[in-house]
């Protein structure tokens, strides 16, 4: 939730920032192409989300091995007289429920998905007017994103409904990302094994939006009246 | 603005393409058991609206995690009925979560059932004994519906066994679960044991208990714990085993 929100707003203050500054006239005026400033203030927003999501990687590392330990330490005093391979079962118990390797690939699909975030907004924000018109609009989109897939089953599965119901459900299916993809972490944490098909069609699938959104704010971008 | 039509234009192509995409990854995540809630109209009037929307925008497990702390507010106050309603929004929001499924039937089925059993309130006995049995009914369909959720998970399986043999004291059905939790990866290795003492309690399988028994002390030393020896010892007399085919006697002072 911290990643997608640092995406949101981080993203959401540049362009305007930049044109409120002047600092894009600036910036614009030496042999810079418009397709490099884009993506540098991407690349540098990626960054900045890579780094945050280190940090809060180590963190939570750092506090589930401190209470791996506690409890490792509180089981081996519990059963002090037990037998040695019922306690060594307990223990490995104990290891087992800590540190989960599936939880790597689930940190990568929360990282694309603030990918994904950042280049939504950085388009939105290439024809917003300013800062809080595109905190708004993404705040409203995030919120449609989570519903994306259940408005696509509704509209691809179900034959009745009014046109006006349908015509919105189409726009919602087609326009707008399907967020709900990118929350495996929750199940991840309850025990749920994340496979290679997975974890690899979800990441092609961030990957692919947050291209799509680049070359689109990109493209908007050029035409824009500066 | 022709750029703007383009860009929606563009983004209308690759609405279509993603489509089948997002369609069959979806298939796949359900599959491999993600997105396990289902959002309807059914866990709309369970969560309320905020509760909904928190839920569909993918805040589920902070949902889930504040209900959680609701409940365990409301065991406090010993206040069933709430935790009951609590618990089944709980469960409907993270069905992956074997902790919540447990609890709360432990809750029902241990906690609320004596509390119903000493309720001062209520004089007659037989309406104190309803209550609890109704509570044992619930802790049981918490397990079950969480087994429905996680067939691949042998914890939810051991607690419907206790919850079978101390509750229901119906050792069949609880052998029958402890032996389902032992066929299941990273099942407790004394679970097959558990189910052979649960069977040894069943009138007219006491030779097929025996049998499981006997197979499990022929391991080894590792399986020859005094619960073992002395439900082999009770199933020897009422079956009549030969001497000879009998375990060794200095085995029961281990």
């Keep these: 939730m911290f990643t997608s929100l640092l995406a949101i707003v981080a993203t959401s203050r540049m362009l305007p920032r930049d044109i409120e500054d002047r600092t894009v006239y600036t910036i614009l005026a030496k042999p810079v192409p418009r397709f490099e400033y884009i993506v540098g203030k991407i690349a540098g927003v990626l960054l900045l989300l890579a780094i945050s999501t280190l940090i809060m990687v180590a963190a939570f590392l750092a506090v589930l091995y401190m209470r791996e330990q506690a409890v490792l330490q509180a089981t081996a005093k519990q059963m002090a007289s037990a037998p040695p391979d019922q306690l060594a079962d307990a223990l490995r118990a104990v290891r087992a429920s800590a540190f989960n390797v599936d939880l790597v690939p689930g940190i990568i699909i929360i990282f694309l998905k603030a990918c994904l975030l950042t280049a939504l907004t950085l388009f939105v924000s290439t024809f917003a007017t300013s800062t809080i018109f595109t905190i708004v609009v993404m705040v409203f989109i995030y919120f449609i994103g989570h519903l994306e897939a259940t408005a696509r089953e509704y509209w691809l599965a179900v034959h009745g409904g009014g046109l006006v119901t349908r015509v919105c459900l189409a726009i919602v299916a087609l326009l707008f990302p399907d967020l709900q993809a990118f929350n495996l972490v929750d199940d991840i944490i309850a025990g749920t094994a994340i496979s290679m098909a997975v974890f690899t069609k979800t990441a092609l699938l961030g990957v692919f939006y947050t291209v799509i959104y680049t070359l689109l704010a990109v493209f908007v971008f050029y035409g824009k009246e500066l | ?254």
């Design chain 2, 1 to 254: 603005m022709t750029r703007g039509l383009i860009a929606l234009a563009v983004l209308i192509v690759t609405g279509l393409l993603k489509l089948p995409v997002e369609r069959d990854l979806a298939a796949l995540h359900r599959q491999e058991h993600f997105r396990g809630v289902e959002f309807n109209l059914d866990l709309r009037e369970k969560l309320g609206q905020l509760g909904f929307i928190a839920a569909l925008s993918g805040f589920r497990a902070i949902v889930a995690d504040s209900l959680f702390i609701q409940a365990h507010a409301a065991w406090e106050n010993t206040q069933w009925g709430r935790m009951l309603l609590l618990f089944r929004q709980i469960t409907t929001l993270q069905p992956r979560v074997l902790l919540f499924w447990d609890t709360a039937a432990w809750h029902m089925a241990w906690n609320a059932s004596v509390a119903a059993m000493n309720d001062t309130n209520q004089p007659r006995q037989a309406l104190r004994v309803k209550a609890q049995r109704e509570y044992f009914a619930l802790g049981k369909d918490f397990l079950e519906r969480g087994i429905k959720n996680n067939p691949d998970r042998p914890e939810l399986y051991e607690a419907l066994a206790r919850l079978y043999k101390e509750k229901y004291k119906d050792h069949e059905r609880a052998a029958e679960y402890y032996a389902k939790a032992a066929t299941l990866p990273e099942a407790a290795p004394w679970d097959r044991r558990f189910s052979a003492y649960e069977l040894s309690y069943c009138e007219g399988r006491e030779r097929e208990a025996y049998e499981r028994l006997l197979s499990l002390y022929d391991k080894g030393e590792k399986e020859r714990l005094p619960t073992l020896i002395k439900r082999l010892k009770v199933l020897e007399d009422k079956l009549a085993i030969p001497e000879d085919q009998r375990i060794p006697d200095t085995l029961m002072k281990r």
